[in-house]
């Protein structure tokens, strides 16, 4: 594959995003393919198909990737992304580093951080009256931890309470 694809995995909330973003800004501004275009919160995790058929086979054929964002608050038109074959292209979000990408990954990070601060962090962002969906996230999440163990299979494990890349 000419293009080389970093996963950055971890739990929502995690500091997943703000790390794909200074690892973007040092790999030249490369480009970040976020795993939340494609879940929701009615589909959370079993959204992968369509992220390797329309991201991963095009960008290791040389392809421009194409793919629909996932429309997460109800506007008109979320949007269609288009990533072309580059030196680098940085995969961010829950199971970004997930058993059935892995042939197309040069690397893969799991980003740890306690789940209470997770949790805090997501009800930041989207309030409390998300709190019902972040506890139905989660646990979503614990199941495909338990199953794949990304942690495990990461090339480098970093610590996501510490916001040494924000």
Not at 61 to 85: C, F, H, I, M, Q
Not at 115 to 120: A, I, K, T, V, Y
Request: glycine letters at 8%; one cysteine or more.
């Amino acid at each position: 594959m000419a293009t080389r694809v970093v996963a950055i995995d971890g739990h929502g909330g995690a500091g997943k995003s703000t790390l794909a973003a200074a690892l973007a800004h040092e790999l030249g501004g490369a480009r970040i393919v976020r795993t939340d275009d494609f879940a929701s919160w009615n589909v959370p995790l079993d959204w992968w198909p369509r992220l390797l058929e329309e991201v991963l086979e095009p960008l290791a054929r040389g392809e421009t990737a194409r793919y629909l964002r996932s429309n997460w608050e109800a506007k008109p038109d979320a949007g269609v992304e288009e990533v072309a074959p580059a030196p680098f292209v940085v995969l961010e979000g829950v199971s970004a580093s997930r058993e059935a990408f892995r042939p197309f990954l040069t690397f893969s990070i799991w980003v740890e951080t306690p789940r209470e601060l997770c949790l805090r962090r997501g009800l930041e962002r989207d309030g409390e009256q998300a709190r019902a969906q972040w506890e139905a996230w989660m646990a979503e999440e614990d199941e495909y931890v338990e199953r794949e163990q990304p942690r495990r299979r990461a090339d480098l494990v970093l610590r996501g309470d510490l916001d040494r890349w924000s």
